[in-house]
C-alpha cells in the first residue's frame, strides 16, 4: 500500500528524538490532522505518548507502538470460524461503498483456500444487488441461493444455510440489505435474518462484518456509528484502501468505534482483499512511497 507522503513527514520531525517537546508537539498535530486522524484520536495518541516520555527507542518507535495499539494489535483479525459447519459471515453496508465487490473478494479468498462458499442474496430490495451478486457468484465460482426482489430477507437466508448444510458447503455469506432505513428497521431486519440463522444452524451468525469506503474519512466513521447503534458489528472491512485513501482514517475508526478492522481492499482485482496487520500497517505508513514503488 502507499499512502500521501504525510506519514513520512512524521517520521522526519521526529527522528532521532526522545522527548516530545512543545513545538515537535504542534507539528506532529497539524500532521496528523491533515492525514485524517480526529481530534480526538490525535488527543489520546499524545496523552499515550507522553506516558512514555523517556521511550528507550525514541518518540518515532512510541508513536508507532501507540497506533499499533489503538488498531488492535494485540487482538485476532482473522474472521471467526464456526465449531462446526457452515461458518455464516453477515456482511453489512450502505450502498456505494464496495459492499459487493468485498463480498465477492472474500468468497474468492475463501475459494482460495479451498473451502465451499455459498453466498446468500438477502438484500432483496433492489434487484440490481440480486443480479450482481449473481454476476460475481459465476465469476469466483462459487454457489448463490436467491430469491425473486422483495423477497423476505430471511427466507433467503434459511434457505441458504439449509442448503449448505445439505451440499456441505463450508462458508455461507449473507448480503445484507444496502441502505439504512431508520435504526429501528434496519435492527429488526438484522433481528429477524439472525433469528433464521439460529434456526437453520444452531446459532447466530459466526461474524458481521461491516464494509466502510476508506476514501471518505469522518463520513465512514459517523456511517459505522449508525450500524453501530443498531446492529452488533464485530469485524469490519476497509474497501478502496488504495494510495487515495489517508491512511488517519484507519486509525480513528479503530480507535473511536473500538471495533477491529478485520480486512482491507487495495485494488480492483479479486485477490486486492487482505487480512489486516496492524503492525505491518502502521511501517507501511512511515515508508518511503518512492522506496515503496521500486
Not at 488498531?71 to 459492499?99: C, H, R
Not at 432483496?124 to 462459487?142: H, K, M, P, S, Y
Not at 444496502?178 to 439460529?198: D, F, Q, W
Request: aromatic content about 4%; overall charge negative; charged content about 25%.
Amino acid at each position: 500500500m502507499r499512502f500521501l507522503g504525510v506519514f513520512k513527514n512524521i517520521a522526519r520531525k521526529i527522528q532521532g528524538k526522545t522527548i516530545l517537546d512543545a513545538a515537535t508537539e504542534e507539528e506532529l498535530e497539524e500532521a496528523l490532522l491533515s492525514a485524517d486522524v480526529s481530534y480526538e484520536t490525535v488527543e489520546k495518541i499524545f496523552e499515550r505518548i507522553r506516558e512514555s516520555r523517556q521511550h528507550a527507542d525514541g518518540v518515532q518507535a512510541a508513536l508507532k507502538e501507540t497506533l499499533a495499539g489503538m488498531m488492535g494489535a494485540n487482538t485476532s483479525q482473522e474472521i471467526a470460524t464456526g465449531d462446526t459447519p457452515p461458518t455464516v459471515v453477515f456482511v453489512a453496508g450502505v450502498n456505494g461503498v464496495g459492499k459487493t465487490t468485498s463480498i465477492a473478494k472474500l468468497a474468492y479468498m475463501y475459494t482460495q483456500q479451498g473451502k465451499q462458499v455459498l453466498l446468500a442474496a438477502a438484500d432483496t430490495f433492489r434487484a440490481a444487488a440480486i443480479d450482481q451478486l449473481e454476476i460475481w457468484a459465476q465469476r469466483v465460482g462459487c454457489q448463490i441461493v436467491k430469491h425473486a426482489p422483495g423477497a423476505d430477507p430471511a427466507a433467503v437466508v434459511f434457505d441458504s444455510v439449509s442448503a449448505a448444510k445439505a451440499r456441505g458447503v463450508d462458508i455461507v455469506i449473507v448480503d445484507t440489505a444496502g441502505r439504512l432505513h431508520t435504526r429501528s428497521n434496519l435492527m429488526e431486519e438484522l433481528k429477524k435474518i439472525t433469528r433464521a440463522v439460529e434456526k437453520a444452524n444452531g446459532r447466530g451468525p459466526d461474524e458481521t462484518l461491516l464494509v466502510l469506503d476508506a476514501t471518505t474519512g469522518q463520513n465512514a466513521i459517523s456511517q459505522a456509528r449508525e450500524f453501530l447503534s443498531a446492529v452488533d458489528i464485530t469485524g469490519l472491512v476497509l474497501a478502496k484502501m488504495d494510495s487515495s485513501a489517508r491512511g488517519g482514517t484507519v486509525i480513528s475508526i479503530s480507535d473511536e468505534l473500538g471495533v477491529p478492522v478485520k480486512l482491507v481492499g487495495t485494488g480492483e482485482q479479486l485477490d486486492d482483499l487482505k487480512v489486516f496487520n496492524p503492525e505491518e500497517f502502521v511501517e507501511s505508513l512511515f515508508a518511503d512511497p518512492v522506496a515503496q514503488t521500486a
